[in-house]
């Protein structure tokens, strides 16, 4: 399952703050590792300059820092306006990950940096802190924050505002093309029922992204460099749930749907309603997921029917929040077939 909020209204680019000179031996080989274990490069300092446009030029490291990536043991620093500026090779759906954490340096505080942070159709921060965002999270030091945007234009700006006597900081930033079929432009619209169409027109914030009854998923095994966290933590009533998987190689794709919608290890792992040992089986499984009013949210269910031993012997409804989102899915009927991924999109 994936959920994205709408953020205030072929080419990949990764950069780093990793520092190109003056270095120790755990720098030079962060910056070896530029080459992350899934695959992807990051550019240095050194090589992204011509892409900032900054007043400041204020660079700081931490090779002690306590961190879980080489990514997040440097960081740029602006105490005015910066903007970084990308030419895109073709325009279409671009995922923009941005990384922070605040490293102990002499410059400024970056606990108490307070910041926006804008393309030219979206504020994707605003006040932006990273002890108030991450104050309830004490499982994660680092902060993540990835967004889908449709990119139309041959110059991509991202700019960085400091509240007034304040800064703002960055540690990695990527700018990486998505394949256009990975939003449709139309979805199952709630209240009411009805068909949406215009998604290509909105951005999107990733909030959740889950695999349901299997574990972590991260970016070395998922081609666009995704992670799928375990859906354990969200569902309302444990014993009413129960977890089987297949091996990858049962999944069978079928034509229009690919790997790169999600990975087969996604779609080898259900949860399904177990005998909760109560007398009435009409009992759910249910998520909850905190949300913010503010937004609109666009959710992407992802069914495999791994579990049936024939066809049209699994049925069963969705609710988003009490209402009706699917009634009397039958996933066999849907692609006529056993362990065969669709999707469903709604809004």
């Known amino acids: 399952m994936e959920i994205e909020k709408t953020p205030n209204p072929k080419r990949s680019i990764f950069l780093s703050s990793l520092p190109s000179s003056s270095l120790s031996s755990r720098h030079m080989m962060a910056i070896l590792l530029a080459t992350l274990p899934d695959g ?151 209240q009411p029922m009805s068909q949406f169409q215009g998604l290509s027109k909105f951005g999107y914030e990733t909030v959740y992204r889950l695999n349901m009854g299997g574990p972590l998923v991260t970016s070395v095994n998922d081609t666009l460099g995704r992670n799928w966290y375990p859906d354990e933590p969200f569902i ?17 794709y079928p034509e229009g749907l690919t790997p790169q919608i999600a990975p087969p290890t996604i779609y080898a792992t259900v949860v399904q309603m177990a005998d909760a040992g109560v007398n009435n089986q009409k009992f759910n499984v249910t998520w909850n997921l905190p949300a913010e009013n503010a937004f609109g949210y666009l959710i992407r269910l992802h069914f495999c029917d791994i579990v049936s031993k024939a066809l049209g012997t699994l049925y069963f409804n969705v609710y988003i929040n009490g209402y009706m989102a699917i009634s009397d899915l039958d996933l066999s009927q849907t692609v006529n077939g056993l362990a065969i991924p669709s999707t469903r999109t709604l809004w």
């Open 40 to 190: 992807r490069v990051f550019k240095t300092e050194s090589q992204s300059t011509q892409q900032l446009k900054a007043n400041d030029d204020n660079k700081v490291s931490d090779d002690k820092a306590d961190v879980p990536s080489p990514l997040y043991l440097n960081a740029r620093i602006f105490t005015s306006e910066a903007t970084y500026t990308f030419h895109m090779a073709r325009p279409g759906w671009h995922w923009v990950r941005l990384h922070f954490y605040p490293l102990t340096n002499s410059v400024f505080d970056l606990q108490k940096a307070t910041f926006n942070v804008m393309t030219e159709k979206y504020t994707l921060l605003h006040s932006f802190n990273f002890n108030e965002v991450t104050k309830n999270n004490t499982n994660n030091k680092v902060l993540f924050k990835e967004y889908l945007l449709n990119v139309t234009e041959q110059q991509f700006s991202i700019k960085f505002s400091p509240q007034k006597n304040s800064a703002a900081f960055i540690n990695a930033i990527e700018v990486v093309s998505a394949p256009d079929y990975l939003i449709e432009d139309t979805a199952n619209n709630l």
């Open 236 to 252: 309302k009533t444990k014993n009413m749930a129960k977890s089987s998987k297949v091996e990858t190689k049962s999944i069978k």
